[in-house]
């Protein structure tokens, strides 16, 4: 029976990008002149997890591809090799390169052939440099001769002088429980060259002790031809954790007479140089069988069945989950037994029941979105590659510190919140940041700083965008508003309202337009991006000190915790983020602006008024006098208006289901939940809801002038 290898697939993509990160990752943090050991040989285990898994799934082209960065990374490793900046940069852009055939294999997409034979060749490139040369061993280094001539032959390459190979190859007992087969490896080995073998039973218990899924045998193998070590070595890769492995070269007479020649003649200045070279001569024909301790050489992966997306969960999660879930089949149990034999005498022990209900779903309800929770991590981990990478391009120094990256939000808004954070943090860079001249003479330090830190408040998320650069250029932002017909000259605008002009749509204070420059290019989108997260964007700037982006995002875009309003017969939800207060007003805080309609006094500021009766048709609405109902202040995209509701019915947690996906798109809304009558409660989009009232009013007022 042959197994569909395609159903891991989706396993090995997922470890292949972790894989990935944790390269980019590495080879970022990497400095040449104090190199970790533990950074180099967590790459060199990530790159060879990923050859081995996509050798192992017929993805040959990204097998071969990565073998060879997997070369580089091995002579850094064992310190052939120094780690340089050019080396550790050739390798960040194969990283690249690899990504983009992972995605391309994931997607049944095409690969740019060009592009990969173009990086592979600048690999090799960077292997043959020999910048660090692997010396000779010193049973095999000859003593300097200082009559050598200067057409003295080098000793020549092992490999080079191969007729053969020989592989002992011994399987830990355990090694067919992985589900691994000595058979397939044997056939596979037998596909590289003329193959003879040599079986020991010596380890083969009695029948009565034997195991029937244990591995007692081992084989001496003999490989003839020409065939490099490498192929050998990767046949057993996925082995190397469950098995005793030597792989010995099989030396031609002439090869092994000419490297004895060489090393004689060597003997002739040096003898302990002698002595050296009749051990090695004498070493590639005989070997002793290996040792049963023999150490494991690299981490077998192993993968479990998947389909379509998935998602890692703390094992701490699920048994929570499970415990909740053992809690609510007793609670539901109880009351079965209740209501079977259900009297009035009873009735205190129902409501016990059911407010334990009540708590124990609440409690699951919590469970289940605990397992969709991810470190925010998993978008800041971009962005040491982003600042590398631009920090080289504009010629500035940058230093990117990043805090609160265990700080979980919902996966929904994790995909969905990376590319604004993308925008705002390369804005920060080309347009926030100056460069070391100019920091230098404001008498700033050459380097300057980014900072993304993100943490929970008040049921939310907070992620900020800090930099030590510029600053807005508030008179700037007021001559590109006044020239754009933004505002008037006489405006009376804060510092605040200045500022929120950069996310009006195309607005950009940039002398040149670049894919960089511009901190307002496509602001906009990014302000709309994260609304539609049901979230809200804020700026804080000093001149000469530096500015801040704020974002406050719920922590789950599938619950919202709302209050519930009233208005005639409907029932509406406003989120609990976009409230800051409700009021009921009086006749001498209300006032009619020409051109702004009706709007109400609180502390020193006029705020318009939204009749939501009048906005969404409510017909027979029970107030239609402002001092008979409720203004419920709310706030949305650096705007503030009351919404005039007749009454507020309190505060909870609702379902939020898409209205575009189920009916279509309706301009201040943004979902719809069921609430626990069974009827439908419509969640109000407060920014869009903001942007209606505006646009009617505009056209209320154009009506009447016509």
């Known amino acids: 029976m042959s197994i569909d290898m395609a159903q891991f697939h989706q396993v090995f993509f997922e470890e ?38 996509s050798g192992t799934f ?24 120094p780690v340089t900046i050019g080396g550790v940069d050739v390798l960040l852009r194969s990283v690249d390169v690899l990504k983009a055939m992972l995605e391309a294999a994931r997607d049944g997409g095409q690969v740019d052939a060009q592009r990969v034979a173009a990086q592979k060749q600048e690999l090799d490139a960077e292997l043959n440099s020999k910048p660090g040369a692997e010396p000779v061993p010193t049973s095999f280094q000859p003593a300097a001769d200082a009559n050598a001539g200067a057409n003295a032959e080098t000793p020549v390459a092992v490999e080079a002088m191969t007729i053969g190979w020989k592989v002992v190859f011994r399987p830990l007992e355990h090694m067919m429980r992985t589900g691994n087969d000595p058979l397939r490896i044997l056939r596979e080995l037998a596909g590289l060259g003329e193959i003879s073998l040599e079986c020991d039973t010596s380890d083969l218990p009695s029948f009565d002790d034997m195991d029937p899924e244990g591995c007692y045998l081992s084989w001496n193998i003999r490989l003839e031809g020409d065939i490099a070590q490498a192929d050998i070595s990767e046949v057993f890769d996925w082995v190397e954790d469950d098995c005793e492995l030597i792989i010995i070269p099989k030396m031609s007479p002439a090869a092994i007479a000419a490297q004895a020649a060489e090393l004689q003649q060597a003997a002739a200045t040096e003898t302990a140089a002698a002595a050296a070279v009749a051990d090695a001569a004498t070493a590639p024909v005989a070997a002793e069988p290996p040792s049963k301790t023999a150490p494991a050489l690299s981490q077998a992966k192993s ?16 048994d929570g989950l499970i415990n909740m879930v053992g809690e609510l089949v007793i609670t539901q149990s109880m009351l079965g037994l209740l209501g079977a034999d259900f009297h009035m005498s009873r009735l205190d022990r129902l409501q016990e029941g059911l407010a334990q209900l009540e708590r124990h779903t609440r409690e699951l309800q919590e469970s289940v979105m605990q397992i969709r929770m991810l470190p925010i991590s998993f978008t800041f ?9 631009l920090s080289a391009k504009l010629g500035k120094q940058i230093e990117l ?18 590319d604004p954070l993308v925008h705002l943090v ?46 807005l250029n508030r008179a700037k932002i007021e001559q590109k508003a006044i020239e754009r017909g933004l505002i008037s000259a006489d405006h009376s605008l804060s510092e605040h309202q200045i500022y929120e002009l950069i996310f009006q749509p195309g607005f950009s204070t940039a002398d040149q337009v670049s894919d960089l420059s511009g901190r307002g290019v496509g602001m906009d989108v990014v302000r709309r991006n ?106 949305g995209e650096g705007r503030r208006c009351g919404l005039f509701v007749d009454d507020l019915l309190g505060q909870q947690q609702v379902v939020i289901k898409s209205l575009e996906a189920n009916y279509k798109r309706v ?40």
């Open 667 to 706: 301009e201040g809304v943004s979902g719809a939940t069921i609430l626990g009558d069974g009827s439908v409660a419509l969640i109000l989009d407060i920014p869009g809801l903001i942007l209606l009232a505006s646009r009617e009013r505009v056209l209320d007022l154009l009506e009447r002038h016509l």
């Open 401 to 418: 510190k990043m805090t609160g990256e265990n700080t979980e939000v919902d996966k929904t808004v994790i995909e969905k919140i990376g």
């Open 58 to 81: 017929g993805f040959s082209n990204i097998a071969e591809f990565t073998h060879v960065m997997e070369t580089l990374l091995d002579e850094m490793r064992d310190a052939r090799r």
């Open 16 to 53: 292949s990008f972790e894989g990935l990160d944790i390269m980019e990752s590495g080879l970022l943090r990497m400095d040449p002149a104090a190199v970790d050991p533990e950074d180099i040989n967590a790459i060199f285990r990530a790159a060879h997890s990923i050859k081995g898994g």
């Open 426 to 471: 390369r804005n920060s860079i080309d347009h926030g940041l100056e460069g070391p001249e100019e920091r230098r003479a404001a008498g700033k330090p050459e380097t300057g700083t980014v900072q993304l830190n993100a943490f929970h408040k008040g049921g939310n998320i907070i992620i900020e965008i800090r930099d030590d650069g510029r600053g």
């Open 381 to 389: 981990s971009r962005f040491p590659r982003l600042v590398h990478d």
């Open 530 to 635: 994260i609304n539609e997260l049901g979230g809200s964007i804020e700026i804080e700037s000093k001149a000469g000190q530096g500015s801040a982006i704020i974002i406050r995002l719920p922590l789950t875009l599938a619950i919202l915790d709302g209050q519930t309003i009233s208005v005639g017969e409907e029932t509406y939800i406003v989120p609990l983020i976009s409230i800051v207060e409700s009021i009921q007003v009086r006749k001498n805080m209300i006032n009619l602006v020409a051109g702004r309609g009706e709007t109400f006094k609180l502390r020193d500021q006029y705020l318009p008024i939204i009749r939501l009766h009048e906005i969404f048709g409510v017909k027979n609405a029970h107030c239609t006098d402002l001092t008979e109902g409720l203004l419920v202040v709310v706030e």
């Open 303 to 318: 993968g479990s069945n998947a389909s379509g997306g998935s998602i890692r969960v703390d094992i701490h999660k699920i």
